[in-house]
């Protein structure tokens, strides 16, 4: 079983919930998975300080999200794609 690691910023995990959630009404095959669970984990931590500086590092700090290919296959059947 194989596991792919991707690093993306907050920045980066912001767009791609937003174009793979929100834009596309949940239809892009794998938004359950559970790299997806942890990315929207991720910004829920978004601090509460209104401070430019402390947003700013929060947004682009990397985080490694790892998922099992075998686990996004059966997540891609399921959906029919």
Same mark, same amino acid.
């Given at each position: ?29 794998? #938004?359950?998975? +559970?790299?997806?669970?942890?990315? *929207?984990? =991720?910004? &829920? ?20 999200? #790892?998922?099992? +290919?075998?686990?996004?296959?059966? *997540?891609? =059947?399921? &959906?029919?794609?």
């Amino acid at each position: 079983m194989a596991t792919h690691k991707i690093t993306l910023t907050r920045y980066g995990i912001a767009e791609v919930l937003k174009w793979c959630i929100e834009r596309n009404h949940k239809n892009i095959p794998g #938004t359950d998975s +559970a790299a997806f669970q942890l990315m *929207q984990g =991720e910004l &829920k931590k978004k601090p509460d300080s209104s401070d430019y500086f402390t947003l700013h590092q929060f947004w682009k700090e990397p985080v490694t999200a #790892t998922e099992n +290919a075998k686990e996004a296959e059966t *997540q891609m =059947e399921k &959906k029919g794609h």
